[in-house]
T-cell receptor
Framework: AQKVTQAQTEISVVEKEDVTLDCVYE???????LFWYKQPPSGELVFLIR??????QNEISGRYSWNFQKSTSSFNFTITASQVVDSAVYFC??????????FGKGTHLIIQP | EAGVAQSPRYKIIEKRQSVAFWCNPI?????LYWYQQILGQGPKLLIQ????????DSQLPKDRFSAERLKGVDSTLKIQPAKLEDSAVYLC?????????FGSGTRLTVV
């Protein structure tokens, strides 16, 4: 069975601080995909990134960066110089093979001005 | 390209009534998913279609939920009869391969 754990239920930081959202996953699949989605108060799920299990290179996109470590089954997400617009619920998700997504419970990120 | 379309956006019904949700995926996407997102939780997969066939419905409460994708394009999810615990956002997603593009969802309130 697949499982995604986001241990941080809620994080509150002051604007311009860096913040890291943790994600730990469990799967028996050798080929799988990891995702991060953002869900702002409006409710839509916004795709941020997809990584496959064979690509452990870290990725940076503007203020966002992702650290994938297979050895610890983790796929952490860092926002540098956070902004109020980053306030949202962030979900980490796992897809094995051609299955649907298994989501974590989400981390509610609050950026205070 | 047009996104995943869902309707209605909101629905309020009384318990034991029936309700249906509609989803039109992105053109050309063979895989279609329905997820249920209860307030404060991550989305949970209910059913996955590949074209007009069901790939996975292991988490669909089949005594009251049903879904179809007759022509391999749009899909309908039905609940009959609804229970209070069915109050949630129902999200449709489609994919050409590995990944999901989500619609805006239907927020269902059962009173």
């Amino acid at each position: 069975a697949q499982k995604v754990t986001q241990a941080q239920t809620e994080i509150s930081v002051v604007e311009k601080e860096d913040v890291t959202l943790d994600c730990v996953y469990e799967t028996r699949d050798t080929t799988y995909y990891l995702f991060w989605y953002k869900q702002p108060p409006s409710g839509e799920l916004v795709f941020l990134i997809r990584r496959n299990s064979f690509d452990e290179q870290n990725e940076i996109s503007g203020r966002y960066s992702w650290n994938f470590q297979k050895s610890t089954s983790s796929f952490n997400f860092t926002i540098t110089a956070s902004q109020v617009v980053d306030s949202a619920v962030y979900f980490c998700a796992l897809m094995g093979g051609a299955d649907g997504l298994t989501f974590g419970k989400g981390t509610h990120l609050i950026i205070q001005p | 390209e047009a996104g995943v379309a869902q309707s209605p956006r909101y629905k309020i019904i009384e318990k034991r009534q029936s309700v249906a949700f509609w989803c039109n995926p992105i053109s050309g996407h063979a895989t279609l998913y329905w997820y249920q997102q209860i307030l404060g939780q991550g989305p949970k997969l209910l059913i996955q279609f590949q074209n007009n066939g069901v790939v996975d419905d292991s988490q669909l409460p089949k005594d009251r939920f049903s879904a179809e994708r007759l022509k391999g394009v749009d899909s309908t999810l039905k609940i009959q009869p609804a229970k209070l615990e069915d109050s949630a956002v129902y999200l449709c997603a489609s994919s050409p391969g590995h990944g999901n593009t989500f619609g805006s969802g239907t927020r269902l309130t059962v009173v």
